[in-house]
């Protein structure tokens, strides 16, 4: 998607305090810096636990091209009634699957409406497959210089891949549970939260509840604060919705935590997360309540960054869509 000139500009405007940014990181230390591990794996989750008290199914997808293949976990509810029940949708399946334990589980399930749950991820013990998510989760194509300082071209597979979870997902998980339609809920995290914005402004009926946490409104220069929501707040639809911001107190005022800036991987993302000032998202929930037919909810973690976020914002969606304890408040903070 090309920027328009008024977009541009703002984001033109970013770039010195992008800098100013990598500069004061450069000055942390780099002997007690904490990376996520990309390669980290996932075992024993509840999908391979004794059921107690949901069962789960699974089926898997390929994509048409044949480069990325899908596994889909879905959690439905051992008691529960003829009623239709509540659906969630979690993105990042596996990693969602490492939030959950059997306690919590007990707890859905015990809910007048018990949820099902669906746990969309890809086809490995990856608890994180950053470049299948990459290409899924973005609606707009990046061109920035990877680590090595090369121009890469990644992203933009974001609409086909809301084709596939229209398509082939829910009717797959339609077959194995009776779904209320109209208590369809999508969860997203980083780059899954921003697809959670994008499906919100294309397709804002194929779910009634939106929970974006910490969306990489950065992605592409600062892409996803130009015309595709522009052309949402415009439309006007009247769409009914309920919709979650969720931030991290420390993401919003900028604080990076220790970055080990000796590597290339953390310069270049450093870099590339200039294209959105750090409250972004904060400002995005105030003009998203203006828009009719939207019940909008922003909410700040104290003391949170990126990635603890992620078991944060999923234990508060849980609560906040089905009245579970909010366990929100065990997440670390930022290191």
């Known amino acids: ?7 541009r500009r703002r984001v033109y405007a970013l770039l010195p305090l992008a800098g100013l940014m990598v500069s004061l990181a ?13 390669q980290q794996r996932v075992s024993n989750t509840i999908f391979e636990q004794k059921a107690e008290s949901y069962r789960f199914e699974r089926f898997r997808l390929d994509s048409p091209d044949g480069q990325r293949r899908w596994q889909v976990n879905v959690g439905i509810p051992l008691r529960g009634g003829k009623a239709p029940a509540p659906v969630l949708y979690m993105l990042d399946g596996n990693a969602a699957a490492m939030v959950m334990d059997q306690p919590l589980l007990a707890e859905l399930a015990a809910r007048k409406a018990a949820p099902v749950l669906v746990f969309i991820g890809y086809d490995n013990d990856l608890r994180i497959d950053s470049p299948a998510r990459t290409t899924d989760y973005t609606a ?29 997902i829910k009717p797959e998980v339609e077959k194995r549970a009776t779904i209320d339609r109209q ?8 780059l899954g939260g921003l697809f959670v914005l994008s499906t919100l402004y294309t397709r804002p009926a194929a779910f009634q509840y939106y929970l974006a946490a910490s969306p990489s ?3 592409s220069q600062g892409a996803p604060l130009g015309d ?8 006007q639809h009247g769409q009914p919705a309920t919709v979650w911001v969720m931030l991290g107190g420390a993401e919003r005022v900028g604080d990076r935590g220790k970055r080990d800036m000796s590597n290339p991987r953390v310069v270049a993302h450093l ?16 003009r998203l309540s203006r828009v009719p037919g939207l019940d909008v909810h922003y909410r700040e973690f104290d003391g949170l960054g990126h990635g603890p976020m992620l078991s944060a914002s999923l234990q508060a969606a849980l609560s906040a869509l089905y009245g579970v304890g909010d366990r929100s408040r065990e997440a670390p903070a930022q290191p």
């Open 1 to 7: 998607m090309t920027l328009s000139f008024a977009a």
């Open 26 to 38: 450069c000055t942390l230390p780099s002997a007690s810096a904490q990376q996520r591990n990309p």
């Open 140 to 168: 707009w194509i990046d061109r920035a210089d990877d680590e090595g300082g090369q121009p890469t071209v990644v992203g933009g597979g974001a609409f086909a891949f809301q084709d596939l979870i229209e398509r082939r």
């Open 183 to 190: 208590q369809q809920a999508l969860w997203g995290h980083s």
């Open 217 to 219: 409104l950065w992605w």
């Open 228 to 235: 595709m929501e522009r052309q949402f707040l415009e439309n």
């Open 271 to 286: 870099r590339r997360i200039g294209g959105a000032t750090p409250d972004a998202a904060m400002q995005l929930s105030q």
